[in-house]
C-alpha cells in the first residue's frame, strides 16, 4: 500500500522565521510526483510546490523550498521568512500509482500556525 | 479568475432529503474529481471522471453517485443525506491522471 505520512499534526513559527514541515511516504514506483498543498482556514486548497521524483535538484518556489530524499522517501517542506498569511493546513501529496492514475494519496496534514 | 466554480458554498438538507452539488471548470481538463473532507482531515476521494470514464473509490457509499455530462461540468448527488455525510465536499480538476489537481473552494454541506 502506498502511504503518506505527516508526523508533525502542528506547528507554530514567529513571523519572518523559518519552518520546516516533514513528510515521509511509500511507494513501489520509481516515477512519480510529489506535492505539497496548503488549505488556509476556510478557504480553497491550493498547490504550493510539486516535485517529479526523477529530478534531483530539489524544487523552489519562492520562499518555498522542499528537501527531496528518494532512497529515504522523504520530502519536506522549507518555509522561508514565514509570513501570517501561510497560517494553513499543509498536505503533503502524491498520486497512488506513480504517474498514471488519478488518486491523490494525502498525508494527514500539520497545522501551522504564523505568530506576529 | 476561478477556475473550479463549485455551488453553492454552503448547503443545508434535512436528513434523507436529496441534494445535489455542482462543480464547473474553465480549464477543459480531462478529470475531475470529487473529495469528501471532514473537520481537520485529509480530503477522502469519493470518485473521479477521465473524460467519461467514472471511476468509483471501492469504499464510496452507494448513497453518493455522480454525473458528468460534459467535460466542464460534474455533480455529486446524494440520495439520502445522513448525519454523517455533514463535510465539506471539494471538486478538483487535472489536466491528466497523476497530475497535479485544481481545487475548487469547496461546498460545505450541513444535514439537519
Known amino acids: 500500500a502506498q502511504t503518506v505520512t505527516q508526523s508533525q499534526p502542528e506547528m507554530s513559527v514567529q513571523e519572518a522565521e523559518t519552518v520546516t514541515l516533514s513528510c515521509t511516504y511509500d511507494?513501489?514506483?520509481?516515477?512519480?510526483?510529489l506535492f505539497w498543498y496548503k488549505q488556509p482556514p476556510s478557504r480553497q486548497m491550493i498547490l504550493v510546490i510539486r516535485?517529479?521524483?526523477?529530478?534531483?535538484q530539489n524544487a523552489t518556489e519562492n520562499r518555498f523550498s522542499v528537501n527531496f530524499q528518494k532512497a529515504a522517501k522523504s520530502f519536506s517542506l522549507k518555509i522561508s521568512d514565514s509570513q501570517l498569511g501561510d497560517t494553513a493546513m499543509y498536505f503533503c501529496?502524491?498520486?497512488?500509482?506513480?504517474?498514471?492514475?488519478?488518486?491523490?494519496?494525502f498525508g494527514q496534514g500539520t497545522i501551522l500556525t504564523v505568530h506576529p | 479568475d476561478a477556475m473550479v466554480i463549485q455551488n453553492p458554498r454552503y448547503q443545508v438538507t434535512q436528513f434523507g432529503k436529496p441534494v445535489t452539488l455542482s462543480c464547473s471548470q474553465t480549464?477543459?481538463?480531462?478529470?475531475m474529481y470529487w473529495y469528501q473532507q471532514k473537520s481537520s482531515q485529509a480530503p477522502k476521494l469519493l470518485f473521479h471522471?477521465?473524460?467519461?470514464?467514472?471511476?468509483n473509490e471501492a469504499d464510496t457509499p452507494d448513497n453518493f453517485q455522480s454525473r458528468r455530462p460534459n467535460t466542464s461540468f460534474c455533480f455529486l448527488d446524494i440520495r439520502s443525506p445522513g448525519l454523517g455525510d455533514a463535510a465539506m465536499y471539494l471538486c478538483?480538476?487535472?489536466?491528466?491522471?497523476?497530475?497535479?489537481?485544481?481545487f475548487g473552494a469547496g461546498t460545505r454541506l450541513s444535514v439537519l
Open positions: 516535485q517529479e521524483a526523477y529530478k534531483q
Open positions: 480549464l477543459n481538463h480531462n478529470v
Open positions: 511507494t513501489s514506483e520509481n516515477n512519480y510526483y
Open positions: 471522471y477521465y473524460d467519461k470514464d467514472f471511476n
Open positions: 478538483a480538476t487535472s489536466i491528466r491522471q497523476g497530475y497535479f489537481q485544481y
Open positions: 501529496a502524491f498520486p497512488a500509482g506513480g504517474t498514471s492514475y488519478g488518486k491523490l494519496t
